[in-house]
């Protein structure tokens, strides 16, 4: 049974670093691409970043350039350091399949909140 656990959120000023993590259980893990994605309060999930088995990345236009994602796949676990943080970063982060899920199947996120 798939389980992905995100952790490394918490409350950072404007200009501030976050590093997030997402452990995956469940799954061959080096066989997927994975991403992450966020939700702001009344707004749609998005793609934030991706990056394929061959760890070839992307990233939503509005993170490049500030974020970049890795992955470990001797630890089964996808990175996203987060520099630059902005109020609009501000969100609940989630990581998955990239372009997917793993079934309908979502964690519970890790909140981000950029504010003075």
């Known amino acids: 049974q798939v389980q992905l656990v995100e952790s490394g959120g918490g409350l950072v000023q404007p200009g501030g670093s976050l590093r997030l993590s997402c452990a995956a259980s469940?799954?061959?893990?080096?066989?997927?691409?994975m991403a992450w994605y966020r939700q702001a309060p009344g707004k749609q999930r998005e793609l934030v970043a991706g990056?394929?088995?061959?760890?070839?990345?992307n990233y939503a236009d509005s993170v490049k350039g500030r974020f970049t994602i890795s992955r470990d796949n001797a630890r089964n676990t996808v990175y996203l350091q987060m520099n630059s943080l902005k109020p609009e970063d501000t969100a609940v982060y989630y990581c998955n399949r990239l372009n997917g899920t793993f079934g309908d199947y979502w964690g519970q996120g890790t909140q981000v909140t950029v504010s003075s």
């Open positions: 469940g799954v061959i893990f080096n066989f997927y691409g």
């Open positions: 990056i394929t088995t061959r760890r070839s990345t």
